[in-house]
């Protein structure tokens, strides 16, 4: 069974930082690309990030590029997103996916930027 | 970036209706779109993919279809678990874009 869990939300300071880790299992995780997609509070989806499976190539939004760093380590089978010079509009709930399938996604995890 | 533009926001239904939501795409997707039932506090759940093909466990009342650059979900005789948002998402180009949302919420 494919299962994807995210965890490293919470409440952080304008500026401050965060990061978020997804744990996979159930597939051979070194296969997929992975990426992260934020769901404001009453707001629609939004793509944040993607990282090639080999984790050679990354990809970001305006929004958050120069900010936010995708990473993973296939030996964790793990995927991460560290969010630095975190703003308020950057509160959002995210989650771990699988791009190009879009099929399994964790159960989110919320981050509030808030002082 | 390609925009899809859904439609409607929202709408008001009955139980036992056919319900139809619409993408338009900016652009030529091809069949890359999908359709994803969120209920509150849950994660997306994909229901459609490439445009056409029923994700797995999802009942046979679901369908996708496309015209053009217009893509649509359709519920035929809507349950109350249906009630839920729907979001399409275009993955033909990078960036993936979503749809706006369409809120379905009962009379």
């Known amino acids: 069974e494919v299962q994807l869990v995210e965890s490293g939300g919470g409440l952080v300071q304008p500026g401050r930082s965060l990061k978020l880790s997804c744990v996979a299992s159930?597939?051979?995780?070194?296969?997929?690309?992975m990426t992260w997609i934020r769901q404001a509070p009453g707001k629609g989806l939004e793509w944040v990030a993607s990282?090639?499976?080999?984790?050679?190539?990354?990809y970001y939004p305006d929004s958050v590029k120069g900010r936010f760093t995708i990473s993973r380590d296939n030996a964790k089978s793990t995927l991460y997103l560290q969010m630095n010079s975190l703003r308020s509009e950057d509160t959002a709930t995210y989650y771990c996916?699988?791009?190009?399938?879009?099929?399994?996604w964790g159960q989110g995890v919320m981050v509030t930027v808030s002082s | 970036d390609i925009q899809m533009t859904q439609s409607p926001s929202s709408m008001s239904v009955s139980l036992g209706d056919t319900v139809t939501i619409t993408c338009r795409a900016s652009?030529?997707?091809?069949?890359?779109v999908n359709w994803f039932q969120q209920k509150p506090g849950k994660s997306p759940r994909r229901m459609i993919y490439?445009?056409?093909n029923l994700a797995d466990g999802v009942p046979s009342r679901f369908s996708g279809s496309r015209s053009g650059s217009d893509y649509s979900l359709t519920i035929s005789s809507l349950e109350s678990e249906d009630v839920a948002d729907y979001h399409c998402?275009?993955?033909?180009?990078?960036?993936?874009?979503f749809g706006g949302g369409t809120k379905l919420e009962l009379k």
């Open positions: 996916t699988r791009p190009w399938y879009f099929d399994y």
């Open positions: 159930g597939f051979t995780f070194n296969n997929y690309w």
């Open positions: 990282i090639t499976n080999t984790g050679g190539s990354t």
């Open positions: 652009q030529d997707v091809g069949i890359y």
């Open positions: 490439r445009a056409t």
């Open positions: 998402l275009q993955y033909d180009e990078y960036p993936p874009t």
